[in-house]
Antibody, heavy 118, light 110 residues
């Protein structure tokens, strides 16, 4: 079964760092474009970063320079390293797989909650 | 990277049809046929409903259809049912090799 499972969310103080993970099963993260999408409480979806096959990555302006997407191919796991966290980064973070044939996100994880608060 | 513009809410009675618009620019919606639509019920994960403007993934009801004209894409839900009450988001590929989502539309079934 194709599945994504996020973990690592929690409560962190402003200015702190946190790494969240996304374990894939049923497919290889190295062969797919992977992305993180976040949703602040009561708000809409916001694309965060995308990692294409190889080393190409792109980031939303709101997180550029603070967040880094990476993956461990041997573990089929995607990561999001979040530094210099701000209150406005509070959200549910979903990892998602881009379809092999188009720019749609066809597989989503259940999400992990990150709360930035003092 | 401005969000695509959607109406905040749309409502309809059971059996009716509704249409949700999604307006972008020539750098995203208007420039590519990579518009997709997602349905999200409260507390749930988004679900892909339409991709490539008008293609339905396997298992999605044919009551959902998509189209595009210029910089505006649309999602139509025909034969509205109570289970269609949810938030809907459009998304598009952009000329910066990134993705952008719409502001979201809450659909209410009266």
């Amino acid at each position: 079964e194709v599945q994504l499972v996020e973990s690592g969310g929690g409560l962190i103080q402003p200015g702190g760092s946190l790494r969240i993970s996304c374990a894939a099963s049923g497919f290889s993260v190295s062969s797919n474009y992977m992305t993180w999408v976040r949703q602040a409480p009561g708000k809409g979806l916001e694309w965060v970063p995308v990692m294409y096959t190889g080393i190409r990555t792109y980031y939303a302006d709101s997180v550029k320079g603070r967040f880094t997407i990476s993956r461990d191919n041997s573990k089929d796991t995607l990561y999001l390293q979040m530094n210099s966290l701000r209150v406005e980064d509070t959200a549910v973070y979903y990892c998602a797989r881009k379809s092999m044939t188009t720019f749609a996100l066809d597989v989503w994880g259940q999400g992990t909650t990150v709360t930035v608060s003092s | 990277q401005s969000a695509l513009t959607q109406p905040a809410s749309v409502s309809g009675s059971p059996g009716q049809s509704i249409t949700i618009s999604c307006t972008g620019t020539s750098s995203d919606v208007g420039g590519y046929n990579y518009v997709s639509w997602y349905q999200q019920h409260p507390g749930k994960t988004p679900k892909l409903m339409i991709y490539d403007v008008s293609t339905r993934p396997s298992g999605v009801s044919d009551r959902f259809s998509g189209s595009k004209s210029g910089n505006t894409a649309s999602l139509t839900v025909s034969g509205l049912q109570a289970e269609d009450e949810a938030d809907y988001y459009c998304s598009s590929y952009t000329n910066s090799n990134t993705l952008v989502f719409g502001t979201g539309t809450k659909v209410a079934v009266l």
